[in-house]
């Protein structure tokens, strides 16, 4: 080590995108590094689109998803909006209760149409998965998860998965999920995971899982967008995987992740935040209507 040379924190020699000397922030973009961030994304699994969304757009979009959020716990939205995941409040006087999910939240909140289809956000993903790429209106929508770890919440942090697992007998993959962030992530309020490069890898579907959920009839044994298969088994619930990294935000920032990505979500370890985010994904393959794009998989694959 006697000849390596001192890391200089002041060092101005960062890369355009402001990533730090460590370059972890390398998964970061701007809005003018739309090349860059696509073949990141195609490397890697995923990457981070900054400064698309202004504060005002936030701004209307946080108070449509909280009403929306509200309005699911009165009652008053009808009952696709709720997943039916109401927790009683601390006390236990049953006088208030907590809504952790809106589904269809693109149906309820205009800022959330409007970021589905801004114009480069659905460019990047045609990059992706080709020209007629589709979003999910057919399982769930698009959803707003407030994850806040408060003993209210019932949803605070999630274990290692690739979103194929969840509907390994589909066939409308590949897929590119986003996650559109109404709250920065951090230690404090909790992060996403990420193994760079598994999405990469044929991941067997969860023939074994924690929660004991029987795999479908007809589903893939494993997917990914190479026959290679994982170097580690993925774990069942929240251990360390070699080579994870975590990958913070800032309000407004753009997760982008390929559907075959190994993923997970840490818990905060500050009860009084919130991590709140709206997620869901653009699909390439098979509509449930049966219509075939066989090119749109092909386009994928690459
Ligand atoms: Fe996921």
């Known amino acids: 080590m006697s000849n390596s040379k001192p890391i200089d924190l002041n060092s101005s020699s960062t890369t355009p995108t402001g990533a730090n000397p460590f370059g972890t922030d390398a998964w970061i973009f701007f809005p003018d590094r739309l090349d860059a961030l696509e073949t990141f994304l195609r490397e890697y699994g995923f990457a981070v689109l900054r400064g698309l969304f202004d504060e005002d757009f936030m701004n209307a979009m946080e108070l ?3 009403n929306a959020q509200h309005a699911v716990v009165e009652g008053t939205l009808p009952a696709k909006h709720g997943s039916a995941i109401f927790v009683d409040d601390i006390d236990g006087s049953k006088t208030s209760k907590f809504a952790n ?3 269809y939240a693109e149906e309820v909140c ?6 589905i289809d801004d114009p480069t956000v659905k460019s990047l993903m045609q990059r992706w998965l080709g020209p007629h790429c589709w979003t999910d209106p057919e399982r769930f929508g ?6 806040r770890p408060g003993r209210e919440s019932s949803y605070t942090r999630i274990g290692w998965h690739s979103d194929w697992q969840s509907g390994p007998n589909l066939d409308v993959w590949p897929a590119v999920a986003f996650t559109f962030h109404v709250d920065g992530t951090s230690p404090d309020n909790g992060f996403l995971r990420v193994v760079p490069g598994s999405h990469k890898w044929s991941t067997p579907a969860p023939f074994d899982n924690v929660n004991g959920a029987v795999v479908p009839t007809g589903s893939k044994e494993a997917m990914g967008h190479t026959d290679e298969a994982p170097p580690v088994a993925m774990p069942l619930r929240f251990e360390k995987v070699p080579g994870e990294i975590a990958v913070y935000v800032d309000r407004g920032d ?3 992740h390929d559907a075959y990505l190994w993923h997970s979500a840490a818990r905060a370890t500050s009860d009084d935040t919130t991590r709140r985010h709206v997620r869901g994904g653009y699909y390439g393959g098979v509509r449930a209507n049966g219509a075939r794009y066989d090119e749109f998989v092909k386009n994928a694959a690459r």
Do not use: H, N, S
Not at 110 to 115: E, I, K, S, Y
Not at 142 to 147: K, L, R
């Open 110 to 115: 205009p800022t959330v149409r409007a970021a």
């Open 142 to 147: 698009v959803v707003y998860q407030d994850a």
């Open 64 to 66: 449509e998803c909280v």
């Open 254 to 256: 753009i997760i982008f």
């Open 101 to 103: 999910y809106v589904l």
